[in-house]
C-alpha cells in the first residue's frame, strides 16, 4: 500500500498578504538575534518573486532566478545565495519545492535552503534589524503556496532538517507566524483551498501503485481560516 498525505496550500497568480491571529503587535520592537522564513510552493515559472516580508521599515525580500535567490534588505542592498551544497540524503521527495532562508543578525550572517541542499554563509552587506508585526506577502507570485512559516531567530541545521523533510525528523513551529493560526487578506486572483496530496510513498520494489488508498488528513486541512 502507499499513503496520500495532505496539507494546505493556496494558488495564486498576484499576490495577498499574511499576518498572524493570535499574536499583537509589539509595542516597543525587542530585540532579535535574526529571522527565518520558511515555505514550500510549486511554480512553472523560472523567475520570480517569493516573498516581502514586513514591516516596510526594515523589510526583507527573497527573489529566486531559477539557479539561485537574491536576498534584498531595505529595498536597495542585496546579496546572492546559491544552495548547491548537499546537507543531508534527499529521501523525502515530493512535489513541493522546500525552502528556507535565515538571517543570523548576531554573526551579520546569511543563508540559504532548498530541499536537501544548503549555500554557504555570507556576510549581510549592511546592518540589519527585523522587529514588528510579522506579515509577509506573496507579490508577483504564480503558483501554489503552503505551509509558511517565521521565526524570530535564525534556525539551526536540525530545525531546517525537520521543516524540509515535513516533520519525519522532528516537530517544527513558526514563533512568530505559524501556517495552522493565520489570517489571510486575499488581493487579486487567488484561490484558497483546504487540501491538497503532498506526496506519495509507494512500497519497495513496486512498479505501480495498488488501488487502495488509505488517506491521513493532517491537522492543518481541519483547521478554519478567517
Known amino acids: 500500500s502507499y499513503t496520500t498525505t495532505t496539507r494546505s496550500y493556496t494558488t495564486t497568480t498576484r499576490s495577498y498578504t499574511t499576518t498572524t491571529r493570535p499574536y499583537t503587535p ?12 520558511c515555505l514550500r510552493y510549486i511554480s512553472d515559472i523560472g523567475s520570480f518573486s517569493s516573498f ?29 545565495l ?6 543531508w540524503s ?25 530541499n536537501s541542499d544548503m549555500s554557504p554563509r555570507k556576510l549581510l552587506p549592511t546592518q540589519y534589524t527585523w522587529s514588528g508585526e510579522p506579515v509577509i506577502d506573496f507579490s508577483d507570485f504564480e503558483g501554489q503556496v ?27 513551529q513558526g514563533s512568530v507566524l505559524n501556517w495552522s493560526y493565520i489570517s489571510f487578506s486575499i488581493r487579486g486572483d487567488t484561490l484558497l483551498e483546504e ?21 491521513r488528513k493532517s491537522k492543518e486541512a481541519r483547521r478554519q481560516l478567517s
Not at 516580508?53 to 531595505?74: C, D, I, Q, R, V
Not at 546559491?82 to 546537507?87: A, N, V
Not at 519497495?204 to 488508498?213: C, F, I, N, T, V
Request: charged share 20%; aromatic share 16%; glycine share 6%.
Open 146 to 172: 503552503t505551509d509558511v512559516q517565521v521565526w524570530d531567530y535564525p534556525l539551526r541545521y536540525k530545525e531546517v532538517l525537520y521543516y524540509t523533510s515535513a516533520g519525519f525528523y522532528g516537530p517544527y
Open 26 to 37: 509589539w509595542t516597543t520592537a525587542p530585540t532579535t538575534r535574526g529571522v527565518s522564513v
Open 82 to 87: 546559491y544552495p548547491r551544497i548537499r546537507l
Open 195 to 215: 487540501t491538497f496530496e503532498q506526496q506519495m510513498k509507494l512500497p519497495a520494489g513496486s512498479g505501480k501503485p495498488r488501488r487502495h488508498l488509505r488517506r
Open 52 to 80: 516581502t516580508l514586513s514591516p516596510s521599515s526594515n523589510s526583507l525580500k527573497l527573489y529566486s532566478n531559477g539557479e539561485g535567490f537574491t536576498l534584498t534588505f531595505y529595498g536597495y542592498t542585496s546579496i546572492y
Open 90 to 114: 534527499d529521501s523525502r521527495q515530493n512535489m513541493w519545492t522546500s525552502i528556507c532562508v535565515t538571517v543570523d543578525t548576531v554573526k551579520k550572517v546569511a543563508q540559504m535552503f532548498r
